[in-house]
């Protein structure tokens, strides 16, 4: 058994380039799908940290425009059960936090936080996920951003005014005061389709290294068919010689899969501050940007590593299981096979492509990444019959018999380039489509924004009594105009006054006529998301009024509605702390005079709103890089692999007349054409994913719906990429060709005895 | 038509270098026949790949048409399109180009096509029916016809042939040879042929024996 095991393994010190290709393929594959595991893994372990940690957001709360201690013994006297909480942005050692205040007496079971209400009572203990620089600080399973302490400690920080009651029974609320209801959606919810999105990417890259497998495997047994039938002829059965190369692909799994986790790892920590940010910014979700190495997760990595390799050896193992043991050996019966399958292959991606268009009648995000699916695969699979059609037709057209040689030869190259081909098409039309609707969503975001940010300067005060005193302050000459928001039952609540401004930066995309002025009289506005969520349409009605308007709310993951002012004052009587401003005065000089306000310009909102989506796509197009290299890489490892079986085919010609170097070019130009022409297929493919995702995706998980904008100058950039990735993959293997000693091609006469 | 002088030819082995032609020195006339004979190993196919200009001898001279061989892969290249005519044992059709395609590439490729005289060939080797067909598709004996037509399409001054024969039943085999003597003695094309075959040998104007890298006769 030993023998025979050195005997297969001595293939490999033979064949070096191919042993590396096929860990190098395995462990990128394996890298991309566990890098982006760990980063989906560290995301949702914050959003259970969140979700069990603070569960009195769970609660509704009463809410009204000052609350004070008086006000909260008088309601507890009165028999009203509710707890209050002091809530407020603080600074504790040298950390920016959101400072979470509770009275752990009157919180209801359940309810109590992270910790021991006992410490919170004797020690003044600040809990925060961060180590912070304060005697009363320790450590506590939070969501990152957020300290949590007692009611009195939060007070001396943040002022004695109660920011909500906790309600903990649900009944309605008391004169002068607003009942808000908890959110019903959780961040793991909210944040679904942006993590589906990463795992179908990486996906998506593993699938395309796992092309590299296929081909490095499909080589090598094919290459060994001749050492199988000795060994089989001299008594090794079929079982044993399976079981053998079965236990070497193992190896290889292991080995390809460790360097895999490990450059996954890397692969995480790399993006993982980017995706972080994304997070924050999208949704507002505290996620580390330090990874945490669990157990589940590299044992997955090396479990999918093994996966991958059965998958892409399965083919191989089942064709040797089968193989009788006098079979001659036919070093193209590989590539032979495969043109026989072109044909299964082609219906079975007509089907795909026909699931796809059916799966586009059923609603809801899993179907939309069904279609996705579909169209990539489908594509992939019709790939090698259209170009063969296509090299057919370039055939057809060509007048010299060099040129209608390129084009046969081409085509007959095609079995065995095809995978590789195959994972240029779905790196190229994924980066396509993804191109596409980010650069659609770019432009469609940045005009809106530009729309939507009207005022010169927006104002936070820290109470109302600064707020009155900055509008007295502005004086006649400065618009001041009050915006309001509050969260109620997970939609967000805002209320607005009607003036020209607003007007201008809340484009409708559907209202009833006369829209503004229905607003005025108790109307609604509501948001493209909550319209698409709910099937609304202008007309309908929604809990807070009839819905006059629908306005795109690009980038806000939350259903939102907008109210009069004056009935969100009436329905929540809060605050009124920011106002967004129309005047001359610089922001330095408001800063200057009041320094607890927080100023914004226009401009720096659109730099923050800009830089929050630029980090959102980070992180999609480093993954699209990322494949497209992997797709090189299988390009290359093809073009290297059958370069060593090209050589029967290209020595006649040579012996006919073309030299060394001309046979080069046409190999170079070969590879090339083979580029340009799945650079050419993928076009329609991606537009078609592109659309997918904006029109279908898209919807389904943010909610709202963008124009699908064309950009053929990145098409053409990608085009040259793909051209110089395919002329790197083909220079070793064309520079061999060009260089060959004449004794290497006379060896095919010369092995013809 | 062909003019080996003096040429020697060696290969480097893990054992040393080895001596393959040593001083090998022969001529064939136009429309001459020429069978070379001699054991596996011996170097009748490095001579013949000299002859062709597929591979460069050590030492020595070698003409072919009255010119001498050129030392650079374009001017051998230039040789082998024109000039010589190769027929292999394995034929070496282009598998992905029909028996049409097939036939017509080298005389295509030197620019020297001539329709009539390609109709004639087809006709002579039988080749009509198979036209449209890949070299798959065919026999071996119809495979070697191709091949034999390949190079006497583009009037070659010199035909080379190694073990034409060789893969072919006898039958077969007598029939392909009598067709290409037959076109060759036509066309007043010379023909150096690589056989083992005694028979085969006795069936051309000349024979040659290659033993120790020396010819004898």
């Known amino acids: 058994m030993l023998t025979g095991l050195s005997a297969l393994l001595s293939h490999w010190a033979r064949h070096r380039v191919q042993a590396a290709l096929l860990l190098i393929g395995l462990a990128l594959a394996t890298a991309l799908w566990t890098g982006v595991q760990a980063i989906n893994a560290e995301a949702r372990a914050s959003y259970d940290r969140a979700a069990s940690a603070l569960s009195q957001d769970r609660l509704p709360r009463l809410v009204a425009g000052r609350i004070t201690l008086a006000d909260y013994v008088a309601l507890r006297r009165a028999g009203w059960p509710v707890s209050p909480v002091i809530e407020g942005e603080a600074t504790i050692g040298g950390h920016p936090l959101r400072l979470i205040g509770i009275e752990p007496l009157t919180l209801p079971p359940g309810a109590a936080a992270a910790g021991d209400p006992g410490d919170f009572l004797t020690g003044g203990v600040i809990l925060s996920a961060e180590p912070l620089d304060d005697p009363r600080a320790r450590r506590a399973d939070l969501p990152l951003g957020t300290a949590l302490t007692d009611i009195g400690v939060a007070a001396g920080l943040l002022g004695p005014d109660i920011s909500y009651l906790l309600l903990t029974e649900d009944r309605a609320p008391p004169p002068g005061y607003a009942l808000i209801h908890p959110s019903t959606t959780d961040l793991s919810q909210l944040t679904e389709s942006f993590h589906l999105n990463l795992a179908a990417f990486g996906y998506l890259a593993f699938g395309v290294g796992l092309f590299i497998v296929h081909s490095a495997i499909g080589l090598a047994f094919e290459q060994r068919r001749a050492m199988f039938r000795t060994l089989r002829a001299l008594g090794l059965s079929a079982r044993a010689l399976t079981g053998l190369l079965l236990a070497e692909l193992l190896v290889f799994a292991l080995v390809a899969g460790a360097a895999g986790v490990a450059l996954g790892w890397l692969i995480a920590a790399a993006l993982l501050p980017d995706v972080a940010a994304t997070l924050r910014g999208l949704y507002g979700a505290g996620v580390g940007s330090e990874l945490t190495l669990r157990p589940v997760w590299w044992l997955s990595g090396l479990g999918i590593a093994v996966l991958g390799m059965l998958a892409s050896a399965g083919q191989s193992l089942w064709r040797l299981w089968r193989l009788p043991p006098l079979t001659p050996a036919q070093p193209r019966a590989w590539a032979r096979e495969s043109a026989r399958a072109m044909r299964g292959q082609a219906l079975a991606g007509a089907l795909l492509l026909g699931g796809a268009a059916g799966l586009l009648a059923v609603p809801g995000l899993w179907p939309g990444f069904g279609v996705l699916a579909g169209l990539l695969l489908g594509g992939a699979a019709l790939l090698p019959m259209l170009m063969a059609w296509l090299t057919r037709v370039g055939q057809r057209l060509s007048r010299g018999p060099v040129a209608q040689w390129f084009w046969a030869d081409t085509r007959q190259q095609l079995p065995g380039l095809s995978l590789a081909l195959m994972a240029l098409l779905l790196a190229l039309a994924a980066n396509i489509g993804v191109g596409t609707m980010v650069g659609s969503f770019r432009s469609t975001f940045t005009a809106w924004i530009d729309q939507r940010l009207a005022a010169d300067l927006y104002v936070e005060a820290a109470d109302e009594a600064d707020a009155a005193r900055l509008l007295d302050w502005l004086g006649p000459g400065a618009t001041a105009l009050p915006m309001i928001r509050t969260t109620d039952g997970g939609t967000e609540v805002v209320g607005m006054v009607d003036h020209p401004l607003f007007r201008r930066a809340w484009p409708l995309l559907r209202a009833l006529p006369d829209p503004w002025a229905r607003l005025d009289a108790g109307d609604v506005f509501v948001n493209e998301q909550m319209a698409l969520r709910r099937g609304l349409s202008p007309g309908d009605r929604v809990e807070q009024g009839v819905v006059a308007g629908i306005y795109a709310d690009y980038g806000n993951p939350m259903p939102q509605v907008i109210l009069s002012f004056d009935r969100h004052r009436a329905l929540y009587p809060l605050p009124v702390l920011r106002y967004a401003l129309i005047t001359d005065i610089p922001a330095a000089a408001i800063r200057a005079a009041f320094p607890r306000l927080v100023v914004e310009d226009r401009a720096a909102i659109r730099r923050a709103s800009v830089a929050v989506f630029e980090r959102t796509f980070a992180v999609t197009a480093a993954l699209n890089v990322l494949t497209l290299g992997v797709a090189a890489l299988a390009m290359f490892a093809s073009l290297l692999t059958l370069s060593a079986l090209r050589l029967p085919q290209i020595a006649p010609v040579w012996a006919m007349g073309l030299g060394r170097g001309r046979l080069a070019q046409l190999e170079f130009l070969r590879t090339l054409a083979l580029a340009a022409l799945v650079c050419g297929l993928a076009l329609p493919l991606g537009l078609a994913l592109a659309w997918v995702l904006l029109a279908v995706v898209n919807v389904e998980a943010f909610g709202w719906r963008l124009p699908m904008l064309l950009f053929p100058g990145d098409w053409l950039r990608l085009g040259m990429l793909s051209l110089l990735a395919a002329g790197l993959a083909a220079a070793l293997p064309v520079r061999r060709l060009a260089r060959m000693a004449p004794g290497a091609l006379l060896k095919v006469f010369a092995h013809e005895r | ?217």
């Open chain 2, 1 to 217: 038509m062909l003019s080996l002088t003096d040429v020697c030819k060696g290969y480097a082995t893990s054992e040393g270098r080895v001596a393959v032609l040593d001083g090998v020195s022969l001529s064939l006339a136009a429309g001459e026949t020429l069978a070379l004979t001699g054991e596996s190993g011996s170097g009748k196919s490095t001579l013949l790949h000299l002859c062709a200009g597929l591979d460069a001898p050590d030492s020595g001279r070698i003409e072919v048409a009255g010119r001498p061989m050129g030392r650079s892969d374009a001017e051998r290249a230039a040789l082998r399109r024109g000039t010589v005519g190769l027929v292999f044992q394995q034929f070496n059709l282009i598998p992905s180009l029909d028996v049409a395609a097939n036939l017509a590439f080298q005389a295509r490729l030197a620019g020297r096509l001539d329709p009539r005289w390609l109709a004639d060939l087809v006709a002579a080797l039988d080749l009509d029916p198979l036209m449209a067909r890949y070299p798959e598709e065919l026999s071996g004996g119809q495979q070697q016809r191709v091949a034999i037509g390949r190079t006497l399409a583009v009037r070659p001054a010199l035909v080379l042939a190694d073990e034409p024969t060789g893969n072919l039943d006898e039958a077969s085999g007598d029939r392909v040879m009598a067709l290409m003597l037959r076109l060759v003695a036509e066309t007043g094309t010379a023909l150096l042929m690589v056989t083992h075959s005694p028979r085969l040998a006795a069936a051309l104007d000349r024979r040659v024996h290659l033993r120790g890298g020396r010819l004898t006769c």
